[in-house]
């Protein structure tokens, strides 16, 4: 059976619900395909002491700011889960789930998205399922002769599940810094923290206000011909919330530089140093989830799609939202989604016009 609908947005975390409010608002009819059994996006899936860079007003979708949560200043995963789950209720948003697409097609003057659970045939389609699902693990020599656990970000959920253990931690990103504060604190666990680079701690007193600030003020920039002010970039790589700040006060964040190969029981450097690992954790980033719009054939370099804002270049029918800034300023965060969902559904309003 085909349904039949002016826009599918194909997601229903943040990016999804984000665009289902606007597209409302612009009186278009659609619906959300969302792979997930339950609302909350990839948040539901989070490690148990992530929380947010920004406190909860700082952290909101269009319409509706996030309620604090007593207690803390910057939310936990599971208080954004609710948030997220009550946002959907409130403005009443199309999502069925769980419903996982396939693959997208041209289809005349339409597209066809083909789903476990039949297909739509939409006049427009807004892709929005982030990078979660697509976790990147880089190729280092030795990974298969390697007999401890290996394990991405999106695997780890809390320190007592390596008690006792000796652990390596890849990634001197956020997440890299914040799984690596959550092992150090932690008694009985023995870590080894690698980053390809010294780490670059973000100012104390920046949090994510600071770096949306500076992620519009770069794209602001750049649409104005002048000079790339370099954008979060600029400021570091680790925001310094309030666990990463304490461990690495107490001088538990000493970061070794990359390693050249896993061996049977560790790690060995260029310089023939070890260390014995029982676990590998890779906090090495994400790619764009986009394997099933495929058969559009847009997909360049890295998985990107080239994009002008948040439409495709090269089929104007088709939105990304919410996958960094090639699809908007800070789109890929809870504050920075709520513009350039706006001006995708603007956009397909007029074209569907």
């Avoid at 005349?108 to 039949?118: I, K, S, W």
């Avoid at 652990?167 to 923290?193: C, E, K, P, Y």
């Avoid at 060995?268 to 764009?288: L, Y």
Wanted: hydrophobic letters at 40%; a neutral charge.
């Amino acid at each position: 059976m085909t349904h039949t609908v002016d826009v599918v947005v194909i997601g229903g975390g943040q990016a999804g619900l984000a665009a289902g409010y606007h597209l409302r608002r612009n009186k278009l009819d659609f619906v959300i395909l969302d792979a997930q059994g339950a609302s909350g996006g990839a948040w539901q899936h989070a490690w148990d002491s992530l929380h947010l860079f920004s406190p909860a007003a700082f952290s909101s979708l269009p319409g509706r700011i996030m309620p604090a949560q007593p207690g803390t200043e910057y939310p936990d995963a599971a208080h954004v889960v609710q948030y997220l789950t009550d946002y959907e209720q409130r403005y009443d948003l199309p999502v069925h789930r769980p419903v996982r697409v396939r693959a997208v097609r041209r289809d005349d003057d339409r597209l066809r998205v083909e789903t476990d659970a039949g297909d739509w045939s939409a006049r427009a389609v807004i892709s929005a399922t982030g990078t979660w699902w697509r976790p990147f693990l880089p190729a280092v020599p030795g990974q298969e002769a390697f007999t401890g656990r290996q394990l991405h970000t999106t695997g780890y959920r809390r320190p007592s599940d390596f008690a006792g253990q000796r652990v390596v931690v890849v990634g001197g990103g956020n997440s890299g810094a914040q799984i690596a504060a959550d092992l150090a604190t932690h008694d009985g666990i023995d870590l080894t923290w690698v980053t390809q680079r010294p780490p670059r701690f973000l100012a104390d007193d920046i949090d994510g206000r600071a770096l949306f600030d500076a992620a519009t003020a770069r794209r602001r920039a750049l649409d104005e011909g002048r000079t790339d002010t370099g954008g979060v970039a600029s400021l570091g790589d680790i925001v310094a919330v309030p666990p990463v700040r304490v461990a690495r006060d107490a001088g538990l964040l000493k970061a070794q530089p990359m390693f050249e190969r896993l061996t049977a029981d560790g790690v060995r450097w260029s310089d023939g140093t070890t260390a014995s690992a029982d676990a590998v954790i890779w906090c090495t980033g994400f790619r764009p989830a986009l394997s099933y719009l495929a058969p559009l054939g847009l997909r360049g370099v890295r998985g990107h799609i080239a994009t002008h804002g948040t439409r495709a270049a090269d089929e104007p029918r088709l939105h990304l939202l919410g996958y960094g800034d090639w699809t908007g300023p800070a789109s890929a965060t809870l504050i920075g989604v709520g513009r350039p969902a706006r001006e995708a559904a603007a956009a397909i309003a007029e074209l569907l016009a």
